[in-house]
């Protein structure tokens, strides 16, 4: 207490010096301080009663009553952290259990889409082939899925994969030989342009709405996060296409990148199989009718319609059956 | 004596009627728990120093436990509950600390 009027050198941290030094209740002191006075004011041998004896019986009361108090909290905190710890972690595992549980139900739903897509499917090919009109109508739908990348298709052509540099291998300046969106996109545009008709990467078919592209560290394709290695599979025809994307753009583009350790290799297939993509629907472009006779009318049968309409499609689906957009990218 | 024959008491009750606290103060019981803990370390070593006094321990206990609680209370309405909670913590443990440490050298002489 004295030594804070002299200024001391760590007087600007008085507050935790204060807090380190001054632990004690002060009113301890004081008391006692009190005490003693009281005791040198009084002739010797009558010190130890301060206080009438009534008041000492009512002092230990209390402070038994305190220390119950003191007990009893000490002891439901204790308590009650101890029931509670358990309800914590039950919590946690009934959040996880319901993660699981609705993933698992969302598996399910794909699985069922599939499903019933394939039975849509195959009812719509039954229902076409009973009339001759339903069977152009089924060749035009099977030829137009199969280019708007909707069908599964199989043919003789190339596996392409593509990997990150193996790690350990990273260069000075930063140069990390990982593949990037922009290089997939390069090898993509350069199979097109080698006359692809298919391609699918990591089993993801690809269609004219298939965005390549990166979040974060991944590459999405059709939204879905990719992780390498990546495996390409482009079909076409089998004497040029291997070829023509290794001397094109793309080719060339990986070989420049295999000086910096992505390991690529281009293999040909004689029959490569790649499945129709999914979830491919038009939400804004609407088929344009105008060019084409419509014909509505109540005696209009059904197969008649079928046949409008997939006369109506080549026109719409056109600009999108060749990969021209992309080659020349 | 009549302190430990206190502190049994209040565990024993504890332990055999396990009272449960309301939902609304359930925030403030560890806090109580820590300031109860600062008042009865500083008894102690009041005890062993020689100062003990039992009215200012119960007033000290008192007033530790319902300071406590209020600043917490008070900075849960402000927002700033859970840094002000710290805040108590950081305190009161210091002042638990160095209380034990002097207990230590009164018992152990070292």
């Known amino acids: 207490m004295n030594s804070a009027s002299v200024r001391r050198p760590d007087a600007s941290m008085s507050l935790l010096s204060d807090l380190m030094a001054n632990t004690l209740d002060e009113g301890y002191r004081r008391e006692a301080n009190r005490r003693a006075a009281l005791a040198a004011g009084l002739p010797e041998g009558q010190a130890p009663p301060v206080r009438p004896r009534g008041s000492g019986v009512i002092g230990a ?40 549980a609705e993933t698992e139900q969302a598996d399910e739903l794909q699985r069922r889409l599939v499903a ?42 190339i596996k392409v994969v593509v990997d990150d540099a193996p790690s350990g291998t990273e260069r000075a300046g930063g140069v990390t030989g990982r593949v990037l969106d922009t290089d997939l996109q390069r090898l993509l545009n350069g199979l097109w342009a080698a006359g692809a008709e298919a391609i699918s990467v990591n089993g993801l078919r690809l269609t ?65 199989k790649l499945p129709g993509a999914t979830g491919v629907t038009l939400h804004h472009a609407l088929e344009d009718t105008s060019a084409e006779v419509p014909t509505p009318g109540p005696s209009a049968s059904a197969a008649p319609s079928a046949a409008a309409t997939s006369a109506g499609r080549p026109t719409s689906t056109a600009p999108a059956s060749a990969a021209t957009p992309r080659s020349e990218q | 004596m009549i302190g430990l024959l206190g502190l049994v008491i209040g565990v024993a009750l504890g332990l055999v009627f396990d009272p449960t606290v309301p939902a609304d103060m359930q925030p403030y019981l560890p806090i109580a728990v820590v300031a109860a803990l600062d008042a009865l ?36 309405r402000l927002g700033v509950g859970g840094q002000l909670t710290t805040g108590i913590i950081v305190v009161l443990s210091i002042r638990i600390f160095s209380n034990v440490a002097a207990i230590r050298r009164h018992l152990l002489s070292a």
Request: without cysteine; charged residues 20%.
């Open chain 1, 61 to 100: 009361l209390v402070l038994l009553l305190v220390l119950g108090f003191a007990g009893l909290v000490l002891t439901v905190a204790a308590r009650q952290t101890h029931e509670n710890a358990p309800a914590v972690a039950q919590n946690r595992n009934e959040l996880i259990d319901r993660v699981q």
């Open chain 1, 208 to 272: 004219e709405l298939t965005a390549v592209r990166s979040a974060g560290d991944a590459i999405l394709v059709a939204y879905r996060p990719l992780s390498p290695p990546y495996e390409i599979l482009a079909i076409g025809d089998p004497d040029d296409l291997e070829v023509d994307f290794v001397d094109g753009p793309g080719g060339r583009w990986f070989h420049t990148l295999q000086g910096f350790g992505i390991r690529f290799t281009v293999t040909a297939q004689k029959d490569v």
């Open chain 1, 116 to 157: 019933l897509r394939a039975e849509v499917d195959g009812a719509r090919d039954d229902a076409l082939a009973a009339t001759s009109a339903g069977s152009a109508a089924r060749a035009d739908l099977d030829q137009l899925s199969a280019l708007a990348g909707v069908a599964a298709v199989h043919g003789p052509g």
């Open chain 2, 41 to 76: 370390f500083g008894g102690l070593r009041a005890l062993l120093d020689g100062i003990f006094s039992d009215k200012v321990f119960v007033v000290s206990f008192v007033s530790n436990v319902v300071v406590a609680v209020l600043i917490v209370f008070i900075g849960d």
